[in-house]
């Protein structure tokens, strides 16, 4: 009979090939905390006294990191705060903002939703319907980064924190491979600054963590998640690399892990002799940092004819 690996508890939920493991529920979710706390110490990630925004869309990976930063949050090391951005998806978006302003006011928490309308004039929807777009990961990229970026200056926070997980990383160092693009590649880790005083340092709790085992940790612990998929998502370039890696992952499980560590080991000769080009500047339509004149919200939308509405 198998039993839990660390206790012995029969109830086994979960079998890591990588590591041979077989953990309990209780086992697992310790695991996972335990992980996700050595990144926050390694990387120097949270400091006592930070105001941490969470960008949280209401699926598994945000609901995930709200919850372990919480843990933080009641021992008082930090202040929590989070933002859900609509993005104006009909059929998708409506139930993750309900489960985020859920979660939010279950712990307590300041919270906001922004939606793209607002900011812009236009939602993903409306510029999908455009001949000639870019494609709808391109804008929503940009546009979530422009809205979480200017958010946590409200909030005054100190640190915004993503659910990128460990299968979203090995993406996209895999993409910027891929595409050469070496400048993207140098920018990749678990966090992410800027000269800019108007950029607040993004945070990756999760980086380490891959996607299945996220999700195994909200059923274990009870989240209420959103668990539907982008509609919208089926078109990116990402989704072939992700399911190259998934398919590499069933012979090789520690695939992921390799390219991530692997990363990890060169980066700082990748950011040595390309470093990071976040900011020259502020863009001169909005104010928010900017590599060029325009930044690239502002470049897009007045592609689409479009401004953002201050």
Same mark, same amino acid.
């Given at each position: 009979?198998?039993?839990?690996?660390?206790?012995?508890?029969?109830?086994?939920?979960?079998?890591?090939?990588?590591?041979?493991?077989?953990?309990?529920?209780?086992?697992?979710?310790?695991?996972?905390?335990?992980?996700?706390?050595?990144?926050?110490?390694?990387?120097?990630?949270?400091?006592?006294?930070?105001?941490?925004?969470?960008?949280?869309?209401?699926?598994?990976?945000?609901?995930?990191?709200?919850?372990?930063?919480?843990?933080?949050?009641?021992?008082?090391?930090?202040?929590?705060?989070?933002?859900?951005?609509?993005?104006? #998806?009909?059929?998708?978006?409506? &139930?993750?903002?309900?489960?985020?302003? /859920?979660?939010?006011? %279950? @712990?307590?928490? $300041?919270?906001?939703?922004?939606?793209?309308?607002?900011?812009?004039?236009?939602?993903?929807?409306?510029?999908?319907?455009?001949?000639?777009?870019?494609?709808?990961?391109?804008?929503?990229?940009?546009?979530?980064?422009?809205? #979480?970026?200017?958010?946590?200056? &409200?909030?005054?926070?100190?640190?915004? /924190?993503?659910?990128? %997980? @460990?299968?979203? $990383?090995?993406?996209?160092?895999?993409?910027?491979?891929?595409?050469?693009?070496?400048?993207?590649?140098?920018?990749?880790?678990?966090?992410?600054?800027?000269?800019?005083?108007?950029?607040?340092?993004?945070?990756?709790?999760?980086?380490?963590?891959?996607?299945? &085992?996220?999700?195994?940790?909200?059923?274990?612990?009870?989240?209420?998640?959103?668990?539907?998929?982008?509609?919208?998502?089926?078109?990116?370039?990402?989704?072939?690399?992700?399911?190259?890696?998934?398919?590499?992952?069933?012979?090789?499980?520690?695939?992921?892990?390799?390219?991530?560590?692997?990363?990890?080991?060169?980066?700082?000769?990748?950011? &040595?002799?390309?470093?990071?080009?976040?900011?020259?500047?502020?863009?001169?339509?909005?104010?928010?940092?900017?590599?060029?004149?325009?930044?690239?919200?502002?470049?897009?939308?007045?592609?689409?004819?479009?401004?953002?509405?201050?």
């Amino acid at each position: 009979m198998v039993v839990c690996t660390k206790c012995g508890n029969p109830k086994v939920v979960i079998s890591r090939k990588q590591s041979g493991q077989f953990l309990c529920s209780d086992c697992f979710i310790e695991s996972i905390n335990k992980k996700v706390q050595q990144t926050i110490r390694r990387e120097n990630l949270i400091q006592k006294g930070d105001k941490v925004m969470v960008a949280l869309s209401g699926g598994k990976d945000s609901v995930v990191t709200l919850d372990i930063l919480n843990s933080y949050y009641k021992r008082h090391v930090i202040d929590l705060c989070a933002v859900t951005i609509d993005e104006g #998806i009909k059929g998708y978006r409506n &139930e993750g903002v309900s489960i985020a302003k /859920a979660h939010a006011k %279950n @712990l307590g928490i $300041e919270h906001k939703v922004v939606k793209f309308k607002d900011c812009f004039s236009i939602d993903l929807d409306e510029i999908m319907e455009y001949e000639n777009h870019r494609g709808s990961c391109t804008y929503c990229g940009v546009f979530r980064r422009w809205i #979480i970026n200017r958010t946590a200056r &409200e909030f005054n926070a100190t640190k915004i /924190a993503t659910g990128h %997980n @460990l299968d979203d $990383e090995s993406q996209a160092i895999l993409m910027n491979y891929l595409e050469g693009n070496i400048n993207n590649l140098s920018a990749l880790g678990a966090l992410t600054t800027s000269k800019s005083p108007k950029f607040t340092p993004k945070i990756k709790p999760l980086r380490e963590i891959p996607e299945k &085992e996220i999700g195994l940790y909200a059923i274990v612990k009870g989240l209420d998640v959103h668990l539907a998929a982008c509609p919208y998502a089926h078109e990116s370039f990402r989704m072939e690399v992700g399911n190259i890696l998934k398919d590499l992952s069933k012979q090789h499980p520690t695939i992921m892990y390799s390219i991530l560590k692997g990363y990890d080991k060169i980066k700082p000769l990748v950011r &040595e002799n390309y470093p990071p080009q976040f900011h020259q500047g502020d863009c001169v339509k909005c104010g928010e940092p900017s590599s060029n004149e325009l930044c690239r919200a502002c470049t897009f939308l007045e592609e689409l004819g479009h401004e953002v509405q201050l």
